[in-house]
């Protein structure tokens, strides 16, 4: 009966070892819906026949099954990955853009990041010259010849759709030399939604896919993980807190505790908590922390590198002020200057403010002396609030443990 509810579940949840981009919170919350659809699946089955389980068997089945298969679908995708690092198990493609920027050369530029994807990228074809790709083979009129003295397994097209007769010529070309075709939208570089596709009779119809978090379970999920974490170190708060408050009176007089005002949930302001890592001084909401900043003493210096001066901030997420995982709150006046420069910053307060965040765990922490540092802590803020599961959160805690163990080279 295990047997028969593991063929339906992967029956219906096939799709997972189809894929080459996967990433692992992905792998997890897709292994929790193979969970819950086996057990539900298998008891319906013991219901038709008479087997003496108890409640405590059938648990201690799910917990190990739950790990063992985790374990098997993490470890074998990694291994996968490596093997197709070492040029292995690859598909050949080539890239029909539209010259040196757009969506092919952003294509490009994923692909080539992480070779695990396993895609050799053969050519890349436009009527734009692009000498300055090395994949550069030449003009769309150049492919055919290419493809017939070439082994190519995909073509990815990303020609504008107002070139028709191109398009066709390409969809044509691959059909005759059984290849598979894939067209990429010519899309903003700042859309990075998701999108969904459905067809209203022979037209195909894109519509984004709205942000997980709308959803009041995801929500509810969210501040129920956050309540139940930050009540239990708030419970052993004095152990934790008690040695780093006679570190922060020790070092310099002052209070325990810095208060600062700081950008929250749609936009509105909040007292953020922090252990104070400065001397007391009078352009603390206005000046940023540097690296070899002045104001800092010698112990605020240590609990910024290891981000042992956030843990306060677990007094905001209790109060629903924050959540454990998030884009990191500004201060308000960066708040004001920061939304007038740059596209989109207003779109990371749609959600919660956060200890840590997608954004500082990829190394977009500490001063934005350039605007490009914000620029790009605001894309990854962006990206975590339209791909949000509760996986990724797991994922981005473990790494913020990581990196504060390791010691953070951009925590100031």
């Not at 096939?14 to 929790?32: A, E, Q």
């Not at 073509?155 to 028709?164: F, G, H, L, Q, T």
Request: charged content about 20%.
């Amino acid at each position: 009966m295990l047997n028969i509810a593991f063929l339906v579940v992967v029956y219906v949840l096939s799709t997972l070892h189809d894929k080459r981009v996967v990433y692992i919170d992905r792998v997890l919350m897709l292994l929790l819906k193979y969970v819950l659809l086996h057990s539900v699946i298998f008891l319906m089955l013991l219901s038709f026949v008479d087997l003496d389980l108890s409640w405590k068997t059938i648990i201690l089945f799910y917990l190990i099954f739950t790990a063992a298969l985790s374990l098997w679908w993490i470890v074998s995708r990694k291994l996968l990955k490596w093997y197709r690092s070492k040029g292995f198990n690859y598909k050949r493609i080539v890239i029909v853009g539209s010259g040196t920027s757009g969506a092919g050369v952003r294509l490009m530029q994923e692909l080539e990041h992480d070779q695990g994807y396993g895609y050799h990228i053969v050519g890349f074809f436009s009527d734009e010259p692009a000498t300055d790709i090395s994949y550069y083979k030449g003009s769309i009129g150049d492919l055919e010849q290419f493809v017939a003295e070439n082994s190519v397994d995909e073509v990815y097209c990303a020609i504008p759709e107002n070139e028709r007769q191109e398009l066709q010529n390409i969809i044509s070309l691959a059909e005759r030399n059984a290849i598979d075709f894939f067209y990429v939208p010519q899309f903003s570089k700042y859309i990075s939604r998701r999108f969904e596709i459905e067809n209203f009779g022979a037209v195909p119809v894109l519509s984004i896919h709205p942000h997980p978090l709308n959803n009041p379970v995801n929500m509810a999920i969210k501040r129920g993980f956050d309540l139940l974490v930050s009540s239990i170190v708030l419970l052993f708060s004095p152990i934790i807190f008690l040695p780093i408050a006679i570190g922060v009176k020790l070092s310099s007089p002052g209070p325990v505790f810095f208060k600062q005002e700081r950008t929250g949930y749609r936009g509105k302001s909040f007292n953020c908590l922090k252990f104070r890592s400065m001397r007391v001084n009078d352009k603390s909401d206005s000046l940023q922390a540097t690296k070899d900043d002045p104001r800092k003493t010698k112990f605020g210096n240590f609990i910024r590198k290891t981000s042992l001066d956030e843990l306060p901030q677990f007094i905001n997420v209790f109060m629903g002020d924050m959540s454990i995982v998030g884009p990191r709150p500004h201060m308000v006046q960066q708040t004001q200057e920061y939304s007038e420069l740059i596209d989109k910053y207003m779109l990371r307060h749609t959600l919660k403010p956060g200890i840590t965040g997608w954004a500082q765990v990829n190394g977009f922490r500490g001063p934005t002396d350039e605007l490009w540092k914000m620029e790009k802590r605001v894309e990854y803020d962006v990206w975590y609030a339209e791909n949000w599961n509760f996986m990724l959160d797991i994922k981005i805690m473990f790494l913020t443990v990581v990196n504060a163990i390791s010691g953070e080279q951009n925590a100031m």
